[in-house]
Nanobody, 122 residues
């Protein structure tokens, strides 16, 4: 199994910054992609940013230029630096990863973190 633990959520004023972290542990051979999704009340979960081995980094248009995704392959960790936060960024943020597991060949597995609340409010 693989576990994802997120941290770094909280409440910040508009224009402020937060940094989310995600740590993956367990039976991981390699991480193919690590990304961040968010879900606001009454809305569907949406992709915020993803860092993949094959496709590089991609961002939702709404966060381009404000958010930065990063990944440390040696430590199996990822982060989302969020700057110039807006009230519309308020949501529960979820870490997502796609991995190859040791002993399971080329089967790709997907895992989700438990979610962390980000609130942007004055």
């Amino acid at each position: 199994q693989v576990q994802l633990v997120e941290s770094g959520g909280g409440t910040v004023q508009p224009g402020g910054s937060l940094r989310l972290s995600c740590a993956a542990s367990g039976n991981i051979f390699s991480i193919v992609a690590m990304g961040w999704y968010r879900q606001a009340p009454g809305k569907q979960r949406e992709l915020v940013a993803v860092d993949s081995s094959s496709g590089g980094t991609n961002y939702a248009d709404s966060v381009k230029g404000r958010f930065t995704i990063s990944r440390d392959n040696d430590k199996n960790t990822g982060a989302l630096q969020m700057d110039s936060l807006k009230p519309e960024d308020t949501a529960v943020y979820y870490c997502n990863t796609k991995v190859y597991r040791s002993g399971y060949g080329l089967t790709l597995y997907e895992y989700w973190g438990q979610g962390t609340q980000v609130t942007v409010s004055s």
